[in-house]
């Protein structure tokens, strides 16, 4: 692995705070990257997870579309093999994936951007393995924000009443195996980047995560087993007016010796509250960084959300 990608321990946030957010921060400036290694979300719930996941892209594709959520952009529920496109993109990413979002607040009447996500019944245990790791990783991404916040000049909490009932989702995400080679032009996952404030993403078994750096290179990331790779989304660069910069990624497809085995991971995409608006921090732009125009983030995953192919304009 790259010396850019050196795992940083969590423990280090209990031992000394501002020496830890001052790692991620300078990782985060550097690749919009980071590795966190000592992580509390247990291997058990992650492990749980994994199983509930291969189970149920194992089932017969008729069962799978049951839980279509073309319609809905894709928010909540099963998007099939071959719907979403990175951005400016013509051609279709190679996987199929599973949204998991957090239910709106009783009363907020967000009902319609926030939907409840379907129980899956033909997976045992499935709906309590995914929600377990959902919850996990949001409490866990709520802790990182408060170390973004330090390093950025924030009171630690700045983030929590914002993203405490953010439109977060975990990605449930299916590579299959390539049996034969796949349409020219096509990869796993195209040039892209996330559209929400943090990503967090669990390690999958198989390699093909890349990273380009603003040097233009792409770099292999390749976690150490149990670490937790965690990433800047376009929210949090507009929010600090690139200080931060969410930076694009991809996933390859295999290499031929490992091209029969399909590839899992699990990211949680960490999002404001649908009302919450977005502009440029005063201490970014004390920092040179440019103003951007002020958008909610409801308005600006819509925008997103219509580049990459799952709202139809």
């Not at 031929?256 to 440029?280: K, N, Q």
């Amino acid at each position: 692995m790259s010396e850019l990608f050196e795992p940083i321990s969590y423990h280090g946030w209990q031992a000394d705070r501002d020496a830890f957010a001052d790692r991620l921060g300078r990782s985060f400036r550097e690749t919009g990257f980071a590795v966190i290694r000592d992580h509390p979300v247990s291997a058990q719930v992650i492990e749980a997870a994994l199983v509930a996941t291969r189970d149920f892209f194992a089932l017969p594709e008729a069962v799978k579309q049951r839980y279509d959520d073309t319609a809905g952009g894709g928010q909540r529920g099963y998007t099939p093999f071959g719907q979403e496109n990175a951005k400016g993109q013509a051609v279709s990413d190679l996987k199929e994936f599973w949204h998991l979002g957090r239910a709106a607040p009783a009363g907020s009447g967000l009902e319609t951007v926030m939907r409840e996500t379907p129980s899956v019944r033909e997976v045992e245990g499935f709906d309590t393995a995914t929600r377990a790791l959902f919850d996990a990783l949001d409490m866990m991404g709520q802790s990182l924000l408060q170390a973004v916040a330090r390093h950025l000049g924030l009171c630690d909490n700045w983030f929590d009443d914002k993203v405490r009932s953010g439109n977060s989702i975990l990605r449930l995400l299916h590579y299959p195996p390539q049996t034969t080679p796949p349409p020219e032009g096509t990869i796993r996952a195209g040039a892209h980047e996330d559209i929400n404030v943090i990503t967090l993403l669990l390690g999958a078994e198989e390699a093909g995560l890349q990273v380009r750096h603003r040097s233009g290179r792409w770099l292999d990331i390749n976690p150490p087993p149990g670490a937790l790779v965690l990433n800047v989304g376009d929210m949090l660069d507009r929010l600090t007016g690139g200080i931060l910069p969410s930076t694009t990624h991809r996933v390859l497809n295999p290499q031929p010796a490992r091209a029969r085995f399909p590839r899992y991971s699990m990211p949680f995409f960490l999002h404001f509250a649908p009302d919450v608006l977005i502009e440029t921090l005063p201490e970014c732009l004390a920092e040179g960084a440019a103003a951007r125009p002020a958008i909610t983030a409801q308005e600006y995953l819509m925008e997103r959300l219509r580049e990459i192919g799952l709202v139809r304009a």
